[in-house]
Nanobody
């Protein structure tokens, strides 16, 4: 049984940073891809970044390039999303998702994943 658990969200001031974690169980990073998504109130889900577990190939949405960094720790079966220079518009619930395939480029941001976590809330406010 695959389980994804996000953590690291919270309330942060504009300009601050957060590191979100996605801990996977029942899913080996080496054999799949993890994606990060977010959904703000009243908005559609947005694909942010993905990483291929075998070689750390990563892809980013244009909207987050330069501020978001995805990484993985295969030994601990965990994927991270570092978010810097947080803005109020980053406020959303952030989700990680997993698939035992290797969608490339923007396909990995389309949300076509088999497993999803419950999400972690990020609120950016002064």
């Amino acid at each position: 049984q695959v389980q994804l658990v996000e953590s690291g969200g919270g309330l942060v001031q504009p300009g601050g940073s957060l590191r979100l974690s996605c801990a996977a169980s029942g899913f080996t990073l080496d054999y799949g891809t993890i994606g990060w998504f977010r959904q703000a109130p009243g908005k559609e889900r947005e694909g942010l970044s993905c990483i291929r577990g075998s070689d750390a190939w990563a892809y980013y949405a244009d909207s987050v390039k330069g501020r978001f960094t995805i990484s993985r720790d295969n030994a601990n079966n965990t994927v991270y999303l570092q978010i810097n220079s947080l803005k109020s518009e980053d406020t959303a619930v952030y989700y990680c998702a997993a698939i035992r395939r290797f969608p490339l480029f923007d396909r990995c941001l389309r949300g076509e994943y088999d497993y999803w976590g419950q999400g972690t809330q990020v609120t950016v406010s002064s």
